[in-house]
């Protein structure tokens, strides 16, 4: 299966290092140093994933970084993990405002020692290969926003042969086929860049002249819309409608003081306290329509087994196993692994992808060996495990998708989404200072997008 790893997300912790002398950049009324090093991603640590922090290191016009990434997966049996390694690099420049890029990764699928084949010594088993462009432009508030669009480019699986007289087995690297319905994955993300910000919270920005009065009123504010989020995401509209309106007042409050003697600040807003609830009802919807998806995958594959059962003559092809079990794991694979870290109260999604151990080690031999497939003893009891599997998960999905319906028509019932549009509409139309959408919510919608029209 697939790991579902991106190298970007669009959550990070500015991190500036400047050396040397300055230069001016071409559409802007600021100076960067020659050397700097920003990170965009920080380092993440847990017991699913290790991942370096992503740097973004700049060199007059020259953009470089490198980073890797490990994803532990549970064994099936649940006897240890496995691990994807992912490394990258990047290459690129940041000319006149304009960043553009390519980045090059390698993710290797690694397995223990005799956990493949006969006399296996660890190591990798499979090697997948990707290419993303990076494309940003620098904003009004001082970040540069970014976009990479990764393909697979590449792929190797490691065979196995019987081994010769006085010989261990045989292994070899050999191309497999790309799947060509695989779209590219897009992936917005913001680089900071140094600045003369003195004020950088989730949703304010401010640079040039700071006041005393001014921080005051942007701290009262950063605290008012970090308090509304907080009560929306934890159902407290009543509280967060009545905060709403006090955000109102301290933003026409905030420009009447800029507009009185701070003529030198620079604000801009980003994001809305709604923000991480409606990221949360995104993803609900998103799996909505993976459970739907999933829902036809496994009735088909079961129809399909039903029918082996019934009719068992002639020798079963590998591939018809393969068309029975690789809708089901490609499935799998378009879950994004931190999915369930958006959606609160809401985490179905642990070995989504398991299959039968037994049918696994029957299809894995049977590849090997044809004499397998003419086994109807053993093709009968590989066919009614699969069955059994697949019965159960269509149970499963259909109470996980009752659960997350009931979910979902819960906050289509608040006042959330008329909250959200009533501030989308009064941020956006601030004619002094800029807005952008958050970054993160662009991304979920992203995600459901591709879900809606694979």
């Known amino acids: 299966m697939l790991p579902s790893f991106?190298?970007?997300?669009?959550?990070?912790?500015?991190l500036v290092i400047g050396v040397g002398s300055g230069f001016t950049m071409d559409n802007e009324d600021r100076s960067l140093p020659e050397r700097f090093s920003v990170e965009v991603f920080p380092a993440v640590r847990n017991q699913y994933q290790e991942q370096d922090a992503v740097v973004y290191h700049f060199d007059g016009e020259r953009v470089s970084g490198s980073w890797q990434r490990t994803d532990f997966i549970p064994k099936p049996d649940?006897?240890?993990?496995?691990?994807?390694?992912?490394?990258?690099?990047m290459e690129g420049t940041?000319?006149?405002g304009v960043l553009q890029g390519e980045q090059q990764s390698e993710s290797v699928y690694l397995r223990d020692p005799g956990d493949?084949?006969?006399d296996f010594p660890g190591g990798a088993v499979m090697r997948h290969f990707y290419r993303g462009e990076i494309e940003g432009r620098l904003q009004p508030d001082g970040r540069i926003k970014g976009r990479v669009t990764t393909t697979l480019t590449r792929q190797l699986g490691l065979n196995y042969g019987a081994a010769t007289e006085g010989e261990g087995t045989r292994y070899w690297w050999a191309e497999q086929p790309l799947n060509k319905h695989i779209a590219p994955a897009t992936l917005d993300y913001w680089v900071p860049l140094p600045s003369d910000a003195w004020f950088n919270s989730r949703y304010i920005l401010a640079s040039g002249a700071e006041t005393f009065r001014l921080r005051q009123a942007l701290e009262r504010l950063d605290r008012y819309l970090t308090e509304a989020g907080d009560n929306l995401l934890a159902g407290r509209y009543p509280l967060a409608q009545r905060q709403s309106e006090t955000i109102r007042a301290e933003i026409d409050n905030l420009r009447q003081y800029v507009g009185s003697g701070d003529r030198a600040s620079r604000i801009s807003f980003r994001g809305l306290p709604t923000d991480d609830a409606m990221i949360r009802r995104i993803r609900l919807q998103f799996m909505m329509e993976k459970w739907k998806e999933a829902y036809t995958?496994?009735?088909e594959a079961l129809g399909q087994v039903q029918k082996e059962l019934a009719n068992l003559r002639g020798i079963l092809s590998a591939n018809v196993f393969k068309s029975i079990i690789k809708n089901y794991i490609s499935w799998s694979g378009s879950?994004?692994?931190?999915?369930?870290s958006g959606i609160a109260g809401y985490s179905p999604i642990t070995s989504i992808a398991e299959l039968p151990r037994g049918f696994l080690g029957w299809y894995e031999a049977g590849q090997k060996d044809a004499g397998i497939l003419q086994d109807q003893f053993r093709k009968k009891r590989a066919l009614e495990e699969l069955e059994v599997f697949y019965e159960k998960k269509r149970h499963y999905i259909v109470d996980q998708?009752?659960?997350?319906?009931v979910l979902l028509k819960a906050l289509d019932q608040s006042p959330l989404a008329g909250l959200d549009g009533s501030l989308h509409g009064f941020f956006s139309s601030l004619d002094w200072a800029p807005w952008l959408p958050g970054a993160q919510r662009s991304e979920a919608m992203r995600q459901l997008r591709g879900s809606q029209n694979p």
């Open 297 to 299: 995958i496994v009735n």
């Open 401 to 405: 998708r009752k659960e997350v319906a």
């Open 6 to 14: 991106y190298w970007l997300m669009v959550l990070f912790v500015p």
């Open 94 to 96: 940041f000319r006149g």
């Open 335 to 340: 879950i994004p692994t931190d999915i369930e």
């Open 78 to 89: 649940s006897k240890g993990t496995v691990k994807w390694v992912t490394t990258t690099r």
């Open 116 to 118: 493949y084949g006969p």
